[in-house]
């Protein structure tokens, strides 16, 4: 059962430099979220999907966009990349908007020199 | 806004005591209340959640966890720590009226010891 998966794992970028990162699920959900960890901070929201063709900024969205083009991918891009976007990103998914569990990739870890 | 606090960075408990790892919350409605665990170098994995219902809630490896709506709280607990259950613990809100945005805590580590 693959569920979330994101690549790449890793990744280190140059300032200025751009990316995208990809989550692809394979359980059907219509909803699907990228998240940010950093030490202290727990989880942040930066944007969401509530099915295909539509996305919503979370509560740290500056720097980054997102597409979902397709209802199991679920694109995270940075057009000029921050050493403060050093980061891992996780990406999660779930087939419920209220009351549904999340489920969620790996983890990519990005660094931003 | 909805938030989650959880006060204790890390806690340190012996093999085959009780635990406890604490959660308040604020939230506007009622509210959907989560647990997820974190291994290192890996993503959360879903432990148990609170919708409606009774207030003490099973999870997965032996977990539960106690809904107080007075106290608004949803602290996490297990009769017998092991080992293996050290890692990150998260706690994570919704607002029934906030739909798909998830709130989640700063995380606590749990440490056992032998």
């Known amino acids: 059962n693959a569920g979330v998966t994101q690549t790449p794992k890793f990744r280190v970028l140059k300032t200025g430099q751009s990316m995208t990162l990809l989550c692809a699920q394979d359980?059907?959900?219509?909803?699907m979220y990228w998240y940010r960890q950093d030490p202290g901070m727990g989880l942040r929201l930066i944007h969401y999907s509530v099915g295909e063709g539509t996305t919503a900024k979370g509560e740290v969205p500056d720097g980054y966009n997102v597409s979902r083009l397709k209802k199991q991918n679920f694109l995270l891009g940075l057009e000029s990349a921050a050493p403060s976007q050093t980061s891992v990103y996780f990406c999660a998914s779930s087939h419920s908007a209220n009351t549904g569990e999340l489920f969620f990739g790996e983890g990519s870890r990005l660094t931003v020199l | 806004a909805q938030s989650v606090a959880q006060p204790e960075d890390q806690v340190n408990v012996a093999e085959g005591n009780p635990l406890t790892v604490k959660c308040t919350y604020s939230?506007?409605?009622?509210?959907?209340l989560f647990w997820y665990v974190q291994y290192p170098n890996r993503g959360l994995q879903f432990l148990l959640k609170y919708i409606t219902g009774d207030n003490l809630v099973k999870g997965s490896y032996g977990f539960e966890a106690e809904f107080n709506k007075s106290q608004t709280s949803f602290h996490l607990k297990k009769p017998s720590a092991l080992v293996s259950d050290s890692a990150l613990y998260f706690c994570a809100v919704r607002g029934s009226g906030t739909a798909s945005k998830l709130t989640f805590g700063t995380g606590t580590r749990l440490q056992v010891t032998l």
């Open positions: 939230v506007s409605g009622n509210p959907y």
């Open positions: 359980m059907n959900h219509e909803y």
